[in-house]
């Protein structure tokens, strides 16, 4: 299983990348294995404030539909434009091209209260 070191998690399974200020945010490679193929991902907050742990959009596999839920509190700066066409880029890169949005982070301590790596191994039993 993939499990980048350098990214932080959630128990609902979505990675947060950190650049400055700007958090991207996708699922993780469990998250969309459990799904399977990607066929829809619907963001409808863009340029919103959403809080941690508020559902952000949602995402649509073959077989059912998902909510998405922001790790961190901020504003929705940026959605990934290549989604709209080619969705199962969530499954083919899901910590690279498949990301979903970009968050100006407003509160960077709550950063602390997300997994690293090693946490997210164990609760999916990697």
Excluded at 61 to 76: E, H, I, M, Q, R
């Amino acid at each position: 299983m993939n499990i980048p070191a350098e990214l932080k998690y959630t128990k609902e399974h979505e990675w947060v990348r950190v650049e400055g200020n700007t958090a991207i945010i996708g699922i993780t490679a469990f998250a969309q294995g459990e799904l399977g193929d990607i066929v829809y991902v619907e963001v409808d907050t863009l340029d919103e404030e959403v809080t941690q742990d508020q559902v952000f959009g949602t995402v649509e596999a073959v077989k059912t539909v998902s909510d998405l839920f922001s790790p961190l509190s901020g504003t929705v700066i940026e959605l990934n434009p290549e989604l709209a066409d080619t969705p199962e880029l969530v499954n083919s890169d899901p910590y690279g091209a498949g990301w979903m949005i970009k968050l100006e982070i407003k509160d960077a301590g709550e950063l602390d209260g997300l997994m690293d790596a090693a946490a997210y191994a164990e609760l999916i039993g990697a």
